[in-house]
């Protein structure tokens, strides 16, 4: 049995678990690993006995060897609403789960319109599909992860020698991407962060005109993509060799924080207890109300996927799941530090995926 007959063969038991006929996957990453197709134009209907995929003209070569264990089905582009009934249709109707976290009310309502006709057919949407099967990765998938985390590695170990005084943030993120790109990643995970000084207190900040300045502290993250894997890193940096207490005393929280967490989270562990092992590190220091995101979250097709690290994610996080594992200070007027690490999660620790130094001195 390949990977997509055992994936095929886990959707079916989820099927029967649900007490429903079939399910509809429209989400790129869903149908890619479901199917292993990667065009853009998609829709697998799933059955206890049947796997259609449905797509047009310009994919369906591309279908063909992507998806051999998959029924085709042509589905013209602007004709897709009317044609998706012809998908059910095949699968004679009944109850078809669908994407409650992906399909428009509009698709929805263009689904139901269109199926009006078709006996006994009924779409019941559920928040998660498949994505619970997807926390978990193969061996191959931690393999790809891993390729994008050494080309993350390699360039923000660049950091050092290339960040230079009066470069502005978007300067430093364009020559990170370029970099990135050469060598060997398809796209960028996300656009790249870089965060100098003030900003740093801004989690997600999109570079600007600013120009690095001695005594900047500085928030790099970014991550490559990868045969459609992403990876997820950040450091933090210190412009000049003689960076001031505070910067030492956030730098030194954040880093013990993350150290306490990879140390001591394992496989069978709830998402809040693995978050805690790092937040209360820093709350203990007095700065809980400055750590305000989760401390990690999973990485696979997606950026940001099951599971989540955080503060109110109760179930239990699997062995072979990817994490980030991120804590951060971030203090208005001031600035910020993040130190972020991917790692599979197995029975007894960690595995680190991310191998990046942390050095946090720019020398001028």
């Known amino acids: 049995m390949n990977v997509t007959e055992e994936r095929l063969a886990a959707v079916r038991s989820l ?34 006995d049947q796997a259609l995929l449905g797509t047009d003209f310009r994919y369906w070569e591309q279908a063909e ?4 264990e998959f029924e085709l089905v042509h589905m013209g582009r602007g004709e897709q609403f009317a044609q998706f009934v012809d998908l059910v249709k095949m699968v004679g109707g009944g109850r078809l789960v669908i994407e409650g976290s992906h399909v428009s009310i509009a698709k929805f309502r ?9 006996e006994g057919v009924a779409f019941v ?9 997807r926390m978990v990765k193969t061996a191959a998938e931690i393999e790809m992860i891993r390729e994008a985390a050494a ?22 993120a364009w020559e990170l991407e370029k970099r990135m790109r050469e060598m060997g990643a398809d796209d960028m995970a996300f656009d790249v962060i870089v965060a100098a000084g003030e900003n740093g207190a801004l989690a997600h900040h999109r ?7 001695e005594g900047d502290s500085i928030v790099i993250d970014m991550g490559a993509k990868l045969n459609g894997y992403h990876s997820d890193l950040t450091r933090s940096f210190h412009m000049g060799e003689n960076p001031d207490d505070k910067f030492w005393y956030v730098y030194n929280l954040v880093h013990m924080a993350q150290k306490n967490a990879l140390e001591n989270m394992k496989a069978g562990m709830t998402g809040i207890e693995i978050d805690a092992l790092a937040r209360d590190v820093i709350a203990d220091a007095g700065h809980g109300d400055a750590f305000g995101h989760s401390l990690g979250h999973g990485v696979g097709l997606d950026i940001h996927e099951g599971p989540s690290l955080s503060f109110v994610s109760k179930p239990k996080v699997m062995a072979g799941s990817v994490v980030t594992v991120e804590p951060g200070v971030y203090l208005s007027g001031w600035g910020g530090v993040r130190i972020e690490d991917l790692v ?21």
């Not at 080309?151 to 923000?156: E, F, P």
Request: charged content about 20%.
């Open 151 to 172: 080309i993350t590695d390699a360039v923000m170990a660049q950091v050092n020698d290339l960040a230079k005084v009066g470069m502005t943030e978007k300067g430093l």
């Open 110 to 118: 263009a689904w139901k319109k269109e199926c009006a006709d078709v």
């Open 65 to 68: 060897r992507q998806s051999p």
């Open 207 to 213: 570079p600007s005109d600013r120009p690095l300045q």
């Open 125 to 133: 949407a559920r928040t998660t599909t498949v994505e619970g099967m």
């Open 15 to 48: 099927l029967e678990q649900w007490e429903v006929d079939g399910i509809v996957v429209t989400y790129g990453d869903n149908y890619r690993w479901l199917s292993g197709f990667t065009g853009t134009n998609c829709t697998l209907v799933v059955t206890a």
């Open 344 to 364: 599979v999660v197995t029975k007894h620790g960690v595995e680190f995926l991310s191998h990046c130094p942390k050095t946090p001195i720019i020398k001028m």
